[in-house]
């Protein structure tokens, strides 16, 4: 359906680029928690287009486990 995540790789095996909602659902937080994270608190993200961030599954789930 329309809420299907489009499975995207990233060279360099970064694994899936997860929206900020995936993130948050992933990880059990809010969208906002999230934004603050990326914002404040370096949570890895990449750029992929000029108004579009994606958050590279494996190196967040690592930047999680670094902090649990």
């Known amino acids: 359906g329309p809420g299907m995540a489009k499975i995207i790789e990233f060279p360099g095996g970064a694994g899936r680029l997860l929206r900020k909602r995936e993130v948050a659902e992933l990880v059990g937080v809010s969208e906002r928690t999230v934004e603050r994270w990326s ?11 000029p108004n579009t961030v994606r958050f590279p599954e494996r190196e967040v789930l690592a930047w999680i486990r670094d902090r649990a």
């Open 39 to 49: 914002r404040e608190r370096g949570l890895p993200r990449r750029r992929v287009g």
